[in-house]
């Protein structure tokens, strides 16, 4: 009796596979999970504005710029050179802007000028909008023929 308990557990440890089973593949409609939390929105513009003459929105819808295939294109501007005039934020103190307001600026900038340009601010004044609305539209801008929008914001 012995002998056959030893085999049967010989035997049943010779059946036993040495390591699991293969996984199946995944299948080509299964969802990867995602690597990386999706990104947090943006906060979004103040709404309203006002303007001392043309939007930031206005010049943009206007805007005609053309380009011609094979002609060779001037090299455009970077972000970082149209922002480095938009936040410096001098301006507001300018039209005594209070620090606890919220103020987002849109300029549309062609050939060194802002042709539009929109201010908002929270709580809202227009009479300071459009004095930070000219003050924005005397800073000296990069030259480009092309039109470009910077849009800044101050909390």
């Known amino acids: ?36 939390p999706p990104p947090r929105p943006v906060a979004a513009p103040i709404a309203g504005g006002s303007s001392d003459g043309m939007s930031c929105e206005q010049v943009i819808e206007q805007n005609n710029d053309e380009l011609t295939l094979g002609k060779k294109q001037e090299a455009d501007l970077s972000t970082a050179e149209l922002s480095a005039v938009l936040n410096n934020g001098s301006y507001l103190n300018e039209c005594e802007v209070p620090a606890s307001t919220k103020v987002s600026v849109c300029a549309a900038v062609k050939e060194g000028r802002a042709l539009g340009v929109t ?33 800044t914001s101050f909390e």
């Open 119 to 151: 201010v908002a601010m929270s709580p809202g004044d227009p009479e300071q909008e459009r004095c930070v609305a000219g003050k924005v539209r005397s800073l000296g801008y990069p030259i480009h023929k092309k039109l470009h929008v910077a849009r």
């Open 1 to 36: 009796m012995r002998l056959s308990a030893l085999s049967l557990v010989l035997l049943l440890a010779a059946c036993q596979p040495s390591s699991p089973p293969p996984k199946p593949p995944p299948s080509k409609n299964s969802a990867k999970p995602l690597r990386t």
